[in-house]
């Protein structure tokens, strides 16, 4: 380690800026952001400078740098243009022992910007010791996936406890364990969820439980995310932060393991995958595992392909525990119409070809069809889920019910995976397309004009059937 990583504070302290662009302007912010007296020396400031003067109140002088302008500050910064006028200034706060930082010259810097991720008091600082800013600036941005923004949140909130938990727990073991539990439990997803009146009472008891030694049983809770169609780059902050924390994870067909690899490690993993008439578990029992799951004290995860509102049955599974009383939170995911057809280059709607867009399924209840002649619609596309092994009957369905058989559709076979496929043509050839190309499940059917785009729109690299 090359440098001696420190948080410094220097709220209300006087920290020199020297220059007026766009590098001294970041570096006035990050220390006026931090509470610092900050004074911009500069003859001539740009745009962004005058703006960030204006907003936070900066002192701004414009005379020739002197000692006296480094006499008490805590930190000076080099920003300006002119290297000469740099390296004088690195000369002045050596000859005052303040530590400097020149820009992009790293070897009159005492101290070095890292790439910063700011949750609102939860701070992480990345640092290549100057050698590869990009690098660091890169690295921040997993960061910025792994660190959700109401972390800030749940500090400050942790932070009006500490005193009184601190009273309450004299052991430091078991004062540990207290707040890794509210750290991972459901007083921390009370506060992510802006809940903050019952994340105050579940404290409360937690604290009083903990202070005589009474901790009862864990509670259980029950959290329905959805995965999206497939690209695990596509999954919400809160689902990748929940997938972390669960014990025991219900997954389906759909979940690829690009996705299962980001569950918790040590979770309990149970498949309870469905495909049409041929279901691992009926809806009714996995219902029935998750009340039992959670009423067992488990943090389980209900894994979910698409979005769980969107023909996923996740309304069916809340109605089960909120019968019993279990907590649940729902996590919305990219829905597979909206994943697969991007991805596949064919805008839902358009102002030249829709200007509606209906969801509906393959085959409903007892293996109902689906109204075609409400669907039927000028200026509207309609997205099939589920209708593949039903496609010759659907497309006979729409045709006999008036529909164009000269209407494009297109099938978007595993979209937005890397072996995704897709196929075009019209209502009344697709089914005979789909099955030269062999296509198969999970797939998606698109009908209307809005697929004639397809060829000219399509960005991400996919096999044509």
């Known amino acids: 380690m090359d440098l001696l990583p420190l948080f410094m504070a220097v709220k ?59 006499d008490g500050c805590v930190l000076a910064y080099g920003a300006s243009d002119d290297e000469a006028l ?51 600036r890169m690295m921040k941005a997993r960061f910025e996936t792994l660190v959700p923004a109401a972390y800030g949140r749940l500090a ?5 406890w500490r005193d009184r938990v601190g009273k309450a727990i004299r052991d430091g073991d078991r004062r540990r364990r207290f707040w890794e539990e509210a750290f991972e439990g459901t007083v921390a997803e009370l506060v992510f969820a802006g809940r903050d009146s019952e994340a105050e009472h579940a404290m409360q008891a937690q604290l009083e439980a903990a202070a005589k030694g009474t901790e009862g049983p864990p509670r259980g809770e029950v959290w329905l995310v959805g995965a999206g169609p497939g690209d695990p780059d596509l999954l919400t902050f809160r689902a990748l932060r929940l997938m972390q924390q669960a014990e025991v994870v219900l997954y389906d067909r759909l979940i690829g393991d690009g996705i299962m690899n980001l569950v918790r490690r040590d979770a309990e993993r149970i498949y309870v995958g469905k495909s049409p008439k041929n279901h691992t578990m009926a809806q009714e029992d996995i219902s029935a595992l998750l009340v039992r799951l959670a009423s067992e ?24 525990l909120a019968a019993r009383g279990i907590p649940f939170q729902v996590v919305p995911g990219v829905t597979a119409a909206n994943g697969c057809a991007a991805y596949a280059g064919i805008p839902l709607t358009h102002r030249d070809h829709a200007q509606a867009c209906v969801f509906v399924t393959g085959h409903g209840q007892e293996d109902q069809a689906p109204d075609w002649q409400a669907l ?24 006999a019910a008036g529909g164009d058989p000269n209407m494009p559709a297109a099938i978007v076979e595993k979209g937005t995976r890397p072996d995704q496929r897709v196929i075009a043509g019209t209502i009344a050839d697709l089914p005979a397309r789909q099955e030269a190309a062999n296509l198969g499940q999970p797939s998606l059917i698109i009908i209307g004009t809005v697929v004639t785009l397809q060829g000219e729109l399509a960005w991400f690299e996919t096999a044509q059937g």
Do not use: W
Not at 103 to 124: K, S
Not at 376 to 399: D, K, N, R
């Open 12 to 70: 209300d302290r006087p920290v020199l800026v020297v220059g007026g662009g766009k590098a001294a302007a970041r570096k006035a912010e990050l220390a006026s952001r931090a509470g610092a007296a900050v004074t911009v020396l500069a003859p001539e400031i740009s745009g962004d400078m005058a703006t960030l003067i204006a907003e936070r109140k900066l002192s701004h002088v414009t005379h020739e740098v002197t000692r006296e302008d480094l």
């Open 86 to 136: 740099n390296e004088k200034v690195h000369a002045l706060a050596e000859a005052c022992g303040v530590p400097v930082n020149i820009v992009d010259r790293p070897e009159l810097c005492q101290f070095i910007m890292p790439a910063i991720l700011d949750r609102d008091g939860v701070v992480v600082a990345v640092s290549s010791g100057g050698d590869a800013p990009l690098l660091t």
């Open 156 to 160: 400050r909130f942790a932070g009006r």
């Open 297 to 320: 004290g488990k943090r389980v995860l209900r894994l979910k392909g698409g979005d769980p509102f969107i023909f996923g049955r996740g309304g069916e599974e809340i109605e089960a």
């Open 376 to 399: 039927i619609q000028p200026g509207q596309t309609i997205v099939v889920y589920m209708g593949l092994s039903a496609l010759p009957e659907l497309a006979a369905g729409y045709i």
